[in-house]
């Protein structure tokens, strides 16, 4: 079974709905991060978390919110969802390592279309 | 700020050809340097890291890379591509005792020809 599971795989959804994707992880990590790739712009952070009780927002986190229900399990919403939401999104977790040196494991991805 | 830049949105080589994929840093002070790669529908898997105890680092599949500190460079190497190396590749940079999180490069998608 893989570490890093992501449902759903592929969702369709309209302008203005809500939308929540999820993420588990088996790694026993505290960290987990949630990016969304677009092509020609790599991945960009949209939120992270260390531990139940610490969320923190990326770099592109407006119209998103994150929900850390437990330490496997790290929620992304799209509160009303737009066109220019429409993207590939990834979950990651690493595991606590001094000074930056965490390996990200990733997800296999969630493709998320807004019409 | 951070940020990193990857020269070449695609890269195309011959089947046995030299593979080499550009990565530049911008930091003051030399961060943690990773390289990551996708294959066709599938998340990111580390392929190696700079952590400054050695410059050139050894990674999976045959893949290296030397840290340059003079010419803020990461380069990604391999002496003979295979078809399976066909992926998208992507350099990021992470600051050493800073918030840990990972800042990209926009990939370089890596097509190798028979």
């Known amino acids: 079974d893989a570490d890093v599971t992501q449902t759903p795989r592929n969702r369709i959804t309209k302008t203005g709905k809500r939308i929540m994707l999820e993420c588990s992880q088996t790694k026993g990590h505290d960290r987990m991060y949630w990016y969304r790739q677009d092509p020609g712009l790599g991945l960009r952070l949209i939120y992270y978390?260390?531990?139940?009780?610490?969320?923190n927002k990326g770099e592109i986190s407006d119209g998103y919110s994150v929900s850390r229900q437990a330490q496997a399990k790290f929620s992304l919403s799209l509160e009303s969802a737009i066109p220019n939401q429409t993207a590939l999104y990834f979950c990651?977790?690493?595991?606590?390592?001094?000074?930056?040196?965490?390996?990200?494991?990733f997800g296999p991805g969630t493709r998320l279309t807004v019409l | 700020a951070q940020s990193v830049t990857q020269l070449g949105s695609h890269v195309s080589v011959s089947e046995g050809a030299l593979v080499l994929l550009r990565c530049n840093y911008s930091s003051s002070v030399p961060p943690y340097l990773f390289w990551y790669v996708q294959y066709p529908n599938q998340g990111l898997q580390l392929l190696l890291k700079y952590t400054s105890a050695a410059t050139l680092v050894k990674g999976i599949n045959g893949f290296e890379a030397e840290f340059k500190k003079s010419e803020t460079s990461f380069h990604l190497t391999k002496p003979s591509a295979h078809m399976s190396d066909a992926a998208e590749y992507f350099c990021a940079v992470s600051e050493i005792g800073g918030s840990y999180k990972l800042i990209f490069g926009s990939g370089t998608r890596l097509l190798v020809r028979p």
């Open positions: 978390s260390f531990d139940v009780k610490d969320i």
């Open positions: 990651a977790t690493s595991d606590r390592t001094s000074g930056g040196l965490d390996t990200q494991y």
